[in-house]
Structures are given as C-alpha cells and as structure tokens.
C-alpha cells in the first residue's frame, strides 16, 4: 500500500499532466483562431482583387469611350475617380520643347522634379506620401491627401504618369491589389496614342 508521500507524488503528477493538457489546448484553440483568421484575410483579400479587376475593366471600357484628351481627362477625374474610390485623379503628360500651341497645349506640364529620373520610369508604380512631392502632383489638394499612387506612362516620345490619390491613409492596408491599377495604366498608356496624335 503506497504511503502519503507516494499518494503526493503521484497527485503532482495527475496536476502537471491536466496542466500540461489545457495549456496543449489552449495552444491549438490559439492556433486553430489563427488559422481561421489567415483563411477569412485570404478570402477577403481575394474578393477584394477581383472586385478590384472588375471595376478596373470597367475604367478602361469608359475611357475607350474618349475621343479626345479633355474626354480622357474628364473621365478620369469624374467617373474613374468614383468608381475606384480615389478622391482625386490626374493624368500627367510632359511638355515637349518643340510642342505648338493648340487644342492640347493646356493639357501638357512640367514633369515634377522626383519623377524625373530612369528609376522611376522603371518602376510600375510609386506610392507617394511626401508631402512636397503631393503638392507638385497635386496643389490646390495636397493638404488633403494622404498619398498618392503614381504610375508610370511612355507614349512615344513623352513621359507622363497617371496619378490617383486618397484622403484615406488607411487605404493601402486594407488589401487593395495594385495590379490591376498596373493594368489600367497600360490602358491609358495605349490609348493615349490616339488622343495624343491631335496635337
């Protein structure tokens, strides 16, 4: 017949093994609502993208509606601007030394100084949040937002970049792809050969 001290021994060791089994089930309900989570952020974040690509293709099926620039311009500001949810939206074309005066010569401008080199040319995209750098992208604005998304464009000889900003600082990190904003770029690069070739 086991004594006191062996009944103690044997107690402690019933406790350390229940204390063993909640703290084992406590660390795989953990990891269980972890998992859970990185599913629901997952699926969130897919249905956000393809939301995203949809709404994109939908851009680029009003801009081919553009016949001219100031169309293209207008689309952009007004109904892309919505239908995205930016709060403001420019497009940007250099001005050329040999550029004549005409139709289009409001439309061209002097590219900002930080855009202005291979690297950023080389790029998809730049996320702004300089606060000098909004002001030249944007400058009756600037004060307003909080960053800005600048894409790249080459249309022949003339550089330029299609610009989408938002007041919302929080907007980068609620899983909006950037891919089909990529995607819309190229559009608008196309595109604005033919309403580039009126000048």
């Given at each position: ?16 093994v229940v204390a063993f089994d909640s703290s084992l ?49 207008s689309i952009l500001q007004e109904d892309v601007a ?7 939206i420019t497009l940007i074309y250099e001005r050329l ?103």
């Amino acid at each position: 017949m086991a004594g006191p001290e062996s009944e103690k021994e044997e107690n402690a060791k019933e406790e350390n093994v229940v204390a063993f089994d909640s703290s084992l089930v406590r660390k795989l309900q953990n990891d269980l609502m972890h998992i859970r989570q990185e599913r629901s952020e997952i699926i969130e974040g897919s249905r956000l993208y393809w939301q995203r690509v949809q709404v994109v293709h939908e851009a680029v099926i009003m801009l081919h509606d553009a016949a001219a620039l100031p169309d293209a311009v207008s689309i952009l500001q007004e109904d892309v601007a919505r239908l995205l949810g930016f709060d403001a939206i420019t497009l940007i074309y250099e001005r050329l030394a040999d550029d004549k005066i005409g139709a289009l010569s409001s439309y061209f401008r002097a590219i900002p100084a930080f855009m202005v080199n291979a690297a950023f040319a080389a790029t998809e995209f730049h996320i702004v949040e300089d606060r000098a750098q909004l002001e030249s992208l944007f400058p009756e604005q600037s004060a307003q937002m909080a960053f800005a998304i600048c894409l790249p464009l080459q249309t022949g000889d003339r550089h330029g970049a299609l610009v989408m900003a938002n007041r919302n600082a929080q907007y980068l990190s609620l899983g909006q792809a950037l891919e089909p904003y990529v995607f819309l770029a190229r559009c608008v690069e196309r595109l604005g050969r033919q309403w580039l070739s009126q000048t």
